[in-house]
């Protein structure tokens, strides 16, 4: 079993940068693949991000590539997204995710999910 707790969101204007943070708890923690997902409000939950249990591979949301970063620290059980050049179209609840398998961009499809974090951009 593992738990996942996001931090690190708030309100920010355009242009500004948020990194999250979410730790990862339990039981062989840092051998899941990490994703990040997103949810605004009327919308579908949406892939943004993910890296391997290693850290060696990502992949990110065109609708966010070049702006995000997503990183892991195993050491400390933890799995990072710096946002950059934030958007009003960034506004999300913003959730991490483990996985036992490397690329996957469907919700369903992960195991464990923290209670996520709001991250609000204003023009």
């Known amino acids: 079993q593992a738990q996942l707790v996001e931090s690190g969101g708030g309100l920010v204007q355009a242009g500004d940068s948020l990194r999250l943070s979410c730790v990862v708890s339990?039981?062989?923690?840092?051998?899941?693949?990490m994703g990040w997902f997103r949810q605004a409000p009327g919308k579908e939950r949406e892939f943004v991000a993910a890296?391997?249990?290693?850290?060696?591979?990502?992949l990110y949301a065109d609708s966010v590539k070049g702006r995000f970063t997503i990183s892991r620290d195993n050491d400390k059980n933890s799995v990072f997204l710096q946002m950059n050049t934030l958007e009003p179209g960034d506004t999300a609840v913003y959730y991490c995710?483990?996985?036992?398998?490397?690329?996957?961009?469907?919700?369903?499809?992960?195991?464990?999910w923290g209670q996520g974090t709001q991250v609000t951009v204003s023009s």
């Open positions: 890296i391997s249990w290693s850290g060696g591979s990502t």
């Open positions: 339990g039981r062989t923690s840092n051998n899941y693949a």
């Open positions: 995710a483990a996985a036992t398998r490397w690329g996957i961009r469907t919700p369903s499809e992960y195991d464990y």
